[in-house]
């Protein structure tokens, strides 16, 4: 019976990491293009679009910072401008309590936006801050409140998204 009951509690143990376990989107991993409908991506992502309101897989210019740490990102998915949880976002599904990591920039030259995470009725959860692009990629993190689909997004203008880490 001891051993019956040690085997489920490893079992049970095994699920819950699993559930908790990281995932992440990195544009570095995307192929290049436009983006006009919704694009299921690995680990349960999904970019959020539109033909009237695109994402794009860029290549990330030379001109402006471009590693974090030891990560060097040489692509970049462009938000366009103000986005929600049916175009110019990036979806996953997440746990309460799950951290939710954003690597971006932002498009304008000079001044910093302001990355958003919704909740599915669009309601905003938290944000941080993207720095101009001639600066630092931003590295910004919110915890999220409860299970369900969140997405990453501009709050105003554009952005551009290097990495979403989950975990």
Known sequence: MKKIIATLTAIAAAMTLGAFAEKYVSAN????????????LEDDFVIKATAEKIVEITKQSSDAPNTVGNETFTQRIKIGGAGNPTCRSIQFPAKAGQKVTVYAKSSSKTDNRIVAVLAE???????SEAAAYAGE??????????DGNYFVTSKKSGIYIYEIIVE
């Not at 991993?29 to 299921?40: N, P, R, S, W, Y």
């Not at 009725?121 to 944000?127: A, E, H, K, L």
């Open 121 to 127: 009725d669009g309601t905003q959860v938290g944000t």
């Open 29 to 40: 991993d995307l192929e290049l293009g436009t983006v006009a409908e919704d694009k299921a």
């Open 137 to 146: 990629i931003s590295v910004g993190s919110v915890t999220l409140p409860a």
